[in-house]
């Protein structure tokens, strides 16, 4: 009924994977092996994407060559579409002029990162200077309810059996939401006429 299992042919199976993980993945076991010692030491190096997209945000914020650093972000965002080089991204196409890539930019960050309230408000800006107000009430709405919600969600009840330590960093937490909340509430109520 039951065959016996060879494990000389799992071996085989198994080893084979082993080599096809490691062809596969060479290039970053390579990067842990050279930076384990360096990790050890508290000295490890950032990883490529993010690199490229800090030299890219200092080219920017010091109006230095724009090209390269739309150049370093593309290639970070090819590494990890995820990152914080979509939001400098946006703020490359808004500084040359391109506000419908840099709107595209930021509905991409917000949809990834909804946890920064300058994506709403800046993004809110960008439409309303594109006159759509509607579009840029609606931004303000769903981070409006994104920060409400999260606020209510991490209302902080202190717990004893809790360090000091946690307690008020739900403190701060709960304070954010509510103080993100309150901001796009206010803009909100601005741009109502």
Same mark, same amino acid.
């Given at each position: 009924m039951w065959r016996r299992i060879s494990l000389r042919r799992v071996n085989i199976v198994v080893y084979v994977l082993l080599i096809g993980l490691l062809g596969l993945y060479w290039k970053e076991l390579q990067w842990a092996g050279d930076a384990s010692s360096r990790y050890l030491d508290g000295r490890i190096p950032s990883p490529e994407e993010r690199y490229l997209y800090r030299e890219a945000r200092e080219l920017i914020r010091d109006d230095g060559d724009l090209e390269e650093a739309r150049?370093?972000?593309?290639?970070?965002?090819?590494? %990890?579409?995820?990152? %914080?080089?979509?939001?400098?991204?946006a703020e490359y196409f808004r500084r040359t002029g391109q506000d419908e890539e840099a709107i595209r930019f930021l509905q991409r960050f917000i949809a990834f990162d909804p946890t920064r309230v300058e994506a709403y408000l800046e993004l809110s800006e960008l439409l309303?200077?594109? @006159?759509?107000?509607?579009?840029?009430?609606?931004? =303000?709405?769903?981070?409006?309810? !994104? #920060?409400?919600? @999260? $606020? *209510?969600?991490? @209302?902080? #009840?202190? %717990?004893?059996?809790?360090?000091?330590?946690?307690? *008020?960093?739900? $403190? %701060?937490?709960?304070?954010? !939401?509510?103080?993100?909340?309150? =901001?796009? @509430?206010?803009?909100? $109520?601005d741009e109502v006429p």
């Open positions: 150049r370093l972000l593309e290639r970070s965002i090819s590494i %990890d579409p995820n990152s %914080d080089a979509v939001w400098w991204l309303e200077a594109r @006159r759509r107000p509607e579009e840029a009430r609606q931004v =303000l709405r769903a981070g409006l309810e !994104y #920060f409400g919600s @999260r $606020a *209510e969600q991490y @209302r902080p #009840f202190p %717990d004893v059996d809790v360090g000091d330590r946690y307690n *008020e960093k739900a $403190a %701060d937490t709960y304070a954010a !939401y509510v103080e993100s909340a309150e =901001l796009l @509430r206010g803009k909100i $109520a």
